[in-house]
């Protein structure tokens, strides 16, 4: 099948605007590399301190420096119900290399939050940073050069792109994902929804709240919603970093268990003492990037990514922007209705065809890149699979993913979508640039023009609502909850009452320079406006009253007010040093001062640079980064 001209030329627009970085990125990944196991490159003394603890037979494989050694970086604790299953991983982990003469050892865990716990909480404004510091922690697991492969353990929202980042920065590394699975399917999310609404109303109480929630939310394994830890599993199974239809087999059952030595298995297989040699760094190029892209908007997917993807691009020295999103949603028909596109969860997803039958009916018309490396080698269709136990449930076998669906009311061919674009829409006007997740957005609710009701806190939102003052038509501006501001932070807690607006027959949408995470649902909603208020950003120039219009349909963002009147208007400013202390957030005060803006990623960190040849302070390479370590203002400059 011929690639779709929409798919070919993005791509082509993204490897051309990514020449400079992601060429500096492949020279940094060649230059890691060396001949033989990498921990042959340490000192004796290095190596021992490597090995100290090991068990006899583990330890001479090591010494022997023939076979390769595959790092267990994971996520794991047991607060978080989506990763307290890799508690048992690593014994599963380290038995199964052995099996194919190779050694695992745990390199290091990551700090992994939960959005669930703290949203509407100070901790909150740890969430976004946590992905930079969950990359960095990597970084220093992987740091002391013992390994020839990485097994990355982690499910949710940060956890997984902070995993691929800091993988990234190791790219001569192979790496294979490992998920822990969903769990089981609780109170539908439709009830639990339901009950949201009627707390936020005064119509039950807390006890009930709780109850539901607990009906949902009830055993291992991930929250069952299509929101961002599920999204992230989509995107590592599409872009060849997962075995095929490893993200939705639930938590401690034989066939988890067996994708989990398998997983670990390839790892060791992968390595460049094999024949197999597959570095994610060139598993993650321009075409598995715009896969993931397509894989997440004909699967509804977490709004999050158009933040994640970005940052996870930039760390392989990928350029890609929200016009990339946008010229793909245009064209990339919706597959799936999961919760909150539709009633189904995850599980219901799996079973009636899952990853691999999406992954099949894009590939068959020309909406994906099969010739991209995976983990299993050249071509995504690989990957067009699903995995049962073999025999004597030992093993796992792979067999082709279904051609039929097994329930049209959640996963479609692409021959009969549920819409014919991805409902990602990029909206932008004089109040910015933002995005807008419209797949669960009812027609007559994606253009609002209404006065704006300007607060400078989800706190002070709710407040009005509790106190019946938003009964009206209205487009509430949420500002100062960028990443500068105040770590750009979820406001989950609006849905429930911006629903019962819209359902009571008001005219209501939300715009907003933070985050509505992947639970955003049927409320109109431009977020992530960027630039932020504090990088000069105009959302700071509305005022109560200002008519705004955010239409999804023609992608617009804007405050219609006189253009002289606009342009006279001062910079509305907050105090925003409540948010700077308190439950760590004073230990995020470098990630605030350097964070670049939500379109190119929110993170702290840059696009690769060449490697220098000169040492200096000041020294631009050319993508426009300064060099570490040169100075212009030295008369000489010392050769490295």
């Known amino acids: 099948m011929a690639l779709h001209p929409v798919l070919e030329t993005v791509t082509n627009r993204i490897i051309q605007r990514s020449k400079p970085s992601r060429g500096a990125y492949l020279a940094h990944l060649e230059a890691a590399r060396v001949k033989g196991p990498q921990r042959g490159t340490l000192a004796c003394t290095n190596l021992a301190h490597g090995f100290a603890a090991f068990p006899v037979n583990d330890k001479l494989v090591l010494k022997e420096i023939k076979k390769p050694s595959v790092a267990i970086v994971s996520a794991y604790n047991d607060m978080l119900s989506a990763h307290q299953p890799f508690e048992r991983y690593p014994e599963i982990i380290k038995q199964a290399v052995r099996e194919v003469g190779a050694v695992a050892q745990f390199a290091g865990g990551t700090p992994a939050m939960c959005d669930g716990v703290t949203q509407g909480q100070p901790g909150m404004e740890l969430s976004l940073f946590s992905r930079d510091a969950i990359a960095m922690s990597a970084a220093v697991a992987l740091s002391h050069n013992m390994f020839d492969a990485a097994l990355y353990l982690g499910v949710c929202d940060k956890i997984v792109p902070g995993l691929l980042i800091g993988a990234l920065h190791f790219g001569h590394l192979p790496a294979v994902f490992v998920p822990a699975g969903p769990m089981t399917t609780g109170l539908s999310n439709s009830e639990k929804a339901k009950i949201r609404q009627l707390y936020a109303q005064g119509k039950v109480g807390r006890a009930e709240l709780l109850e539901g929630e607990s009906q949902s939310y009830h055993s291992a394994g991930t929250c069952t919603f299509y929101g961002t830890a599920n999204s992230n599993q989509m995107l590592m199974e599409v872009m060849g970093l997962h075995l095929p239809g490893a993200a939705f087999i639930t938590p401690n059952t034989p066939l988890r268990d067996e994708l989990t030595k398998a997983a670990a298995q390839r790892a060791a297989v992968i390595t460049d003492q094999g024949s197999e040699y597959i570095p994610v760094g060139h598993v993650v190029d321009e075409k598995s990037i715009v896969n993931a892209i397509v894989a997440l908007l004909t699967t509804g997917g977490s709004t999050n990514h158009t933040l994640h993807l970005v940052a996870i691009a930039k760390a392989a020295g990928i350029v890609i922007d929200w016009n990339d999103f946008d010229e793909l949603s245009k064209v990339v028909p919706l ?276 490697i220098p040849t000169t040492v200096g302070l000041h020294d631009k390479d050319p993508v426009g980064n300064t060099v570490p370590g040169s100075d212009e203002d030295f008369s000489t400059k010392k050769e490295v």
Not at 377 to 398: I, N, Q, S, T
Not at 436 to 453: G, N
Not at 529 to 555: F, N, Y
Request: glycine fraction near 10%.
């Open 335 to 610: 597959l799936c209705r999961i919760y909150p596109n539709g009633e189904a969860d995850v599980n219901h997803f799996h079973a009636a065809g899952g990853t691999g039958f999406v992954i099949r009916e894009l590939l068959d018309i020309g909406l994906l890149h099969d010739d991209v490396t995976t983990i299993l080698g050249k071509g995504l269709r690989k990957h067009c699979a699903e995995p049962f136990l073999g025999e004597g449930d030992k093993g796992v076998v792979f067999k082709d993913s279904p051609v039929e669906s097994g329930d049209d009311k959640v996963l479609r061919k692409a021959d009969n979508p549920f819409s014919p674009d991805g409902g990602m829409v990029l909206v932008q006007g004089n109040l910015g640039r933002a995005v807008m997740k419209v797949s669960a957005v009812k027609p007559q609710h994606r253009t609002v023009e209404a006065p704006a009701l300007v607060f400078n806190s989800q706190e002070d939102f709710m407040d009005a609502y509790k106190a019946g003052q938003l009964d009206r038509d209205f487009v509430a501006v949420i500002r100062f909850q960028g990443p500068r501001a105040n770590g750009m932070p979820e406001l989950h807690a609006l849905t429930p009452a911006l629903a019962n607006l819209q359902d009571a027959g008001r005219k209501v949408a939300l715009v907003t320079d933070g985050r509505m995470s992947g639970a955003s649902g049927k409320v109109p909603a431009a977020i992530h406006v960027s630039p932020e208020i504090l990088a000069g950003g105009p959302l700071g120039l509305v005022r109560d009253g200002d008519i705004l219009k955010v239409c999804a349909e023609t992608g617009t963002l804007e405050a219609l007010v006189d253009s002289a009147v606009w342009h006279a208007r001062s910079m509305a400013h907050a105090d925003m040093s409540p948010n700077h202390v308190g439950m760590g957030r004073e230990l995020f005060a470098m990630f605030r001062a350097s964070v670049c803006e939500a379109e190119k990623g929110a993170t702290t960190f840059p696009l690769p640079s060449p």
